[in-house]
């Protein structure tokens, strides 16, 4: 089986390790959630860290989208300058950043578009505030339990402080949150138990603000993908999802055929003794990632099958058990012996990521290659 | 404490995460280990993985320095290109590379230069030699006790099998290998038992091959820092030793004033109902790689500090306890209580990294920019 994969991808003149992309799936992904935005009556905004591709955001454009959200200034003018002209920058601003978010922000007005920067502090707010020289939205970040950054849902002081010191020409738009901790959650049940709870702190703090106004926008692929009815939010913001990973397979978000991201990696070493293969593919191409599979080993991916039309599926027995900076060890199950017989060095093999999001960054610069099957 | 290294940080103009080097740290540590390969009369082919910069790369020229180790085919490429012109390529080669390898022998053989190839598999070897078009040195990839890549020390057919294979210009030079389980070790004692035992293998493993001509090449960092007589090498590779990190720090291959390469990162949150601060600065800047500390706790890096002329020291009590994509975690036990109330969203934050060879290639981008003090 993988002998087929391994011609297929040597028919693609991969000499190294190197992303590849299946656009089908990664539009059906896109397809798929803009019509979740769209039953919900929510905005889609999805985050563009997890691809940082122009080509890529041509699909998400021409799904309908035309709001973003991004992880850092320096991301949102790679992305202003390809074009886009309504970016949220999902990380707290903070007065180092000012100066680049002025200009920024003038860019993007000068276009019709709008800038928006995430606020959690009161002075941050204040300053922010007097020296914008353009519109800007302002988002005040939550903390709905996730517990990593934002005003706690229930501390209604830092609320109204925050609030009251925005002013001149920026415009608070609404309240802002990440659940990142449905990422430890297990299927729809679980998933869906976070995001009631986050949305009912929400709502929470909305109605203690005393501001009607504010729209609740909500993040993460987990709650984004497995949430029967997102109607609650104005607007969601998931990123993950057009590629999907392991880690997302492993909670419950997407199934096998939604893998849109994998690594083509040379096989390097065939070790039947110890019924191993070793792979030019490390922390460099990969990340470091892992997860934690459900016999407790740690796994920093798996093998996987391509066909002439595209991505296949998940090779049952065959992960990634340790990972140093330029190679992977892939321990071969019985289930996956007839691999230990067919893979010579010279043979290429597919890898699953973890985690697109990091496997996609490392590999950004080659991504645009082989994109499409 | 940290007040002033956010004030020295700000005062670089940084405003986002970035890696900063100590030039004269780095130069220190090159110096050292050059000396060690010198009265050990042993070749240094320093690995610049680690770095991946030519400017670098030139401190390592003015210490003498004009044979060099790399990780891949396209980074021997990129020190090509800035005039190296003997470079191993320390990752097994595969017939995938072929071409590309005989392109680079060909331009190096023509400076006056030498590439180097590791094999450990008789149809790969016999492959290369028959193709390659310009002299060309083989190592044999060698597995000592690792038990990653390469053939084992113990497996003389595979050993004469291999070198029967080589051929026509391509020249064996002698036998390679990585102790990479000295990560594992702690303190020279232990280090230098597997040092030990890699060298003895090393030998038996040549006499075994009845070719008392053939090199003995040796790698990593602890190693090659901590044994105090490396005579029996007739080379090392270590490449870590440039900047070390805490993983180093560990190890304890080197002391808190050899680290010479940090991450600056503003701090965007500050939560003392939870003694945690959290910095712009995550996987995506630190890599994902963690320390286990003596207390069991996973820790992803921990705080500095700089002064004027250079890094500083290590922060006791300040450790990045959980990395997302884009943020870090800093959980401030009551020794680093001070901090609580000093830092507010917008400061700056120095962190070492757990392995610098991973932040540095995320960020090697931006590593030109506040380069030296």
Redesign the interface.
Known sequence: MLKTTSEIL?DKG???PTILIDQARAEDNIRRMAEQATSAGAMFRPHF?THQSGVVGRWFHEAGVRQITV????MAEQFAGLGWRDITVA??H????DQ?AQRLARRLHQRGGRLGLLV??Q??AARVSARMTAPTDIWLKLDTGY????IRWDDRKTLHDVLNACRELTTVRGLLTHA?HSYAARGRQQVSAIYDESLARMRAARRQSGRDDLLLSFGDTPCCSLVADLSACDEIRPGNFVFNDLMQLQIGSCGAEQLAAAVAC????VYPE?QQV?L?GG??HL????LLDPDGVASYGCLGTVTAAGLGTVVPGARLV?L????A?VELAPAAADLMTDL???D?ALVWPVHS??TC??LRDQMAVPLAF
């Open positions: 040597r991969i000499t190294r860290k992880s850092s200034l320096a990380v707290l903070t007065p180092l950043a680049q959690a502090d002075e941050v517990g990593r950054t934002g990142g040379p096989v390097i070493g110890r070793v030019h922390a460099v990340s470091k990632e892992h340790s140093s900076q330029e190679h060890v010579v060095p010279g290429l999001c990091l960054n490392l």
